[in-house]
C-alpha cells in the first residue's frame, strides 16, 4: 500500500466524543475523537485502559465487561447525532445492589464462590447466560476461571449458570412482585 492509498484508506472518524461520569466514583474521563487518529498517553492508573475496554463493550454490544466498572454513567456522541447518555442502571437494571447481596445467599453461587470466583463475575455469567449470547459466555472470565481452576467440563458450568439464572429470575419476580 502506498503512503497516499494509506492516507485515503482511513475514513473520517463516526465518533466525536466518549466520556465516562463517575469513574471509581470520582473520576469524569472524556476522549475527544475529532480526528482521524488518536493517541491515549497518561499515567499509569489514569483510566486509559478502561475507557477504551468500556468504549469497545458499548459499541460491539458485549457489556458484560462493563459490570466490573465502576461508574455512574456514560456519554458517547456520534458525528451529526445527538448524544446517547447511558447510565449503568439502564445497562443493568435488575443488577442492583440488593441482588448483589442476596446473590451470596443463592447455593449455586456459594458454590462458585469457593472457586474464587467474584460478585462481578457471577453477575456477568448471570447477565450473558440469562440473554443466550453462548459465545460471550464461554469467553467471560469467570467461565474460564471455573473452566480452569475447577474440575468442571464445560457442559457442568453451563449448567450451574442456568441454574444462577434461574435463581437470578426467581429473584428479580419476588423483588418486582414486592415493588408492586
Not at 472518524?13 to 466520556?19: N, Q
Not at 451529526?80 to 443493568?92: M, T
Not at 440469562?130 to 458450568?157: M, Q, S
Request: proline fraction near 3%; aromatic fraction near 10%; include cysteine.
Amino acid at each position: 500500500m502506498t503512503e497516499t492509498s494509506a492516507k485515503t484508506a482511513i475514513k473520517q472518524p463516526l465518533l466525536e466524543f466518549f466520556h465516562i461520569e463517575g469513574l471509581n466514583d470520582y473520576k469524569n474521563i472524556t476522549l475527544n475523537c475529532e480526528k482521524k487518529i488518536k493517541i491515549i498517553s497518561a499515567e499509569n492508573g489514569s483510566g486509559k485502559t478502561t475507557v477504551m475496554n468500556a468504549l469497545y463493550a458499548l459499541l460491539t454490544g458485549k457489556i458484560g465487561p462493563l459490570l466490573s466498572i465502576k461508574f455512574k454513567h456514560f456519554v458517547i456522541k456520534f458525528i451529526g447525532h445527538p448524544e446517547i447518555i447511558i447510565s449503568k442502571a439502564d445497562l443493568f437494571p435488575q443488577l442492583t445492589e440488593d441482588f448483589s447481596k442476596n446473590l451470596s445467599s443463592l447455593p449455586i453461587a456459594r458454590e462458585a464462590r469457593t472457586w474464587g470466583l467474584t460478585d462481578a463475575e457471577l453477575q456477568e455469567m448471570i447477565l450473558l447466560s440469562a440473554v443466550g449470547a453462548e459465545t460471550d459466555f464461554e469467553n467471560c472470565a469467570g467461565f474460564r476461571k471455573l473452566y480452569e481452576d475447577t474440575p468442571y467440563d464445560d457442559d457442568y458450568i453451563k449448567q450451574m449458570c442456568k441454574g444462577l439464572t434461574r435463581d437470578y429470575r426467581v429473584w428479580t419476580n419476588r423483588s418486582n412482585a414486592g415493588q408492586n
